[in-house]
């Protein structure tokens, strides 16, 4: 049984242990039978507007015993975090609870003076003034910092819009991401485990792969999916897949179940895929075009994204224009690569997008790197017997295929 493999439970509380104030189906014998076996158990939620003591009393009242250090609201951690970065004069868009839980860290709550952040969360009372005036303090220099971004919620009369779709409104007006404290980010999870030995055998429980699994594994831990049907996920390496899928917390202890042994793949997990170009660019003698990247400082082949209405041909010859100076003439095709282990890419923003790159083969058509009003800072030709050391990790195999000259492109 499931039950046995772990010592450490991180178990969502929203589809899981209650829906809408009742507990569902064998949440309260379960969790009993955790107690009983001596299991430690901590309630985590990306419910941003209950305290920590509301959310202890919901469960006293459905018969669930628990202590307030076991539970792990994403408005709590947002409070941790705050007081971590010291940001402690606040202006909050959320519930008054969500209010006096910063406060209980430490800040101060403030509506007329400059914040150091904002913070935003959900509540029925936030309106279009509190939304404007969180933007124009984004604006003004004020840390943006969302409780969570779940974009909508269930209710009888179909979807409601939560924090998600408050920080969307904000982050659109502002064209800033917020930090997102609340599941599948780390924040949550790494208070979840605060206390908790190293060596402890953790699984996360929920009822979200993407939110909840996808965070469990995103941290190294295992998670287990609640949900009456199987969720297929179309690749092997897709973090939202969970490890076991139960239809209920009692099926924990149903005997014989097993779950996949999961294993962080090196790559971070992407929100996107984007369409991307890379040129190998040869001049009349042979040597190959590099560039120092500004981001990483190590050496690259010219690459870059394509934009919106431009074909990979057109994306190439301006990629490298812009970034070099120099025109070169597109020869052919040497392959499309696309594996998440060497195409995904973590902005400084915080986004992840993995890149399907076409690779193509260049020839100089002017000799000269021209330096005037273009982005690099650094470009050179290297003979390919003598590439620089620290040349990006995927760029060998590029030049390598680009000198095999297989009849074919290449599909890595
Ligand atoms: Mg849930």
Not at 121 to 133: E, N, T
Not at 182 to 208: H, I, N, Q, T
Not at 298 to 308: A, D, K, N, T, Y
């Amino acid at each position: 049984m499931l039950a046995e493999q772990f010592d450490t439970f991180l178990i969502d509380l929203d589809g899981v242990v209650y829906l809408d104030n009742f507990a569902l189906p064998g949440a309260v014998q379960a969790l009993a039978q955790l107690r009983a076996q001596g299991k430690r158990v901590r309630f985590l939620t990306n419910d941003p507007r209950p305290a920590r003591d509301e959310v202890l009393q919901l469960l006293a009242e459905i018969g669930i015993e628990a202590t307030l250090e076991e539970i792990v609201t994403c408005g709590w951690a947002t409070a941790l975090h705050l007081r971590e970065q010291g940001w402690n004069r606040v202006y909050v868009v959320g519930s008054v609870s969500l209010a006096s839980e910063l406060r209980r860290a430490g800040c101060e709550i403030t509506e007329t003076e400059q914040p150091q952040a904002v913070v935003i969360g959900c509540d029925q009372h936030v309106s279009y003034p509190h939304l404007d005036h969180a933007a124009t303090q984004i604006t003004s220099g004020a840390r943006f910092v969302a409780t969570n971004a779940d974009e909508s919620f269930p209710s009888s009369t179909g979807p409601r819009p939560a924090t998600g779709a408050l920080v969307a409104a904000v982050q659109t007006a502002t064209g800033q991401r917020p930090l997102i404290i609340g599941k599948p980010y780390p924040s949550m999870f790494r208070a979840a485990l605060e206390g908790v030995p190293p060596d402890a055998r953790a699984v996360v429980v929920g009822d979200s792969p993407h939110t909840d699994i996808l965070g469990a594994h995103q941290h190294g831990l295992p998670a287990i999916l609640i949900s009456p049907t199987p969720t297929v996920f179309a690749s092997p390496r897709d973090f939202r897949a969970p490890d076991a899928t139960l239809s209920n917390l009692t099926e924990l202890f149903t005997p014989g179940t097993h779950h996949r042994q999961w294993s962080t793949p090196s790559f971070p997990w992407p929100e996107a895929v984007k369409a991307g170009v890379a040129a190998v660019v040869f001049n009349h003698s042979g040597h190959v075009l590099l560039q120092r990247r500004a981001d990483n400082g190590q050496w690259g082949l010219p690459s870059g994204h394509v934009e919106p209405g431009e074909t990979v041909n057109e994306a190439i010859t301006r990629e490298v224009a812009e970034e070099t100076g120099l025109q070169v003439q597109v020869s052919h095709l040497i392959g499309v690569y696309s594996h998440p282990s060497s195409q995904s890419f973590a902005y400084p923003s915080g986004q992840v997008s993995q890149f399907i790159t076409s690779c193509f083969r260049c020839q100089t058509v002017q000799e000269e790197l021209h330096w005037d009003g273009v982005e690099t800072l650094e470009a050179a030709f290297f003979s390919p017997d003598n590439l620089p050391a620290d040349l990006l990790p995927m760029h060998p195999q590029w030049l390598a295929d680009a000198l095999a000259n297989h009849p074919t492109a290449y599909i890595r």
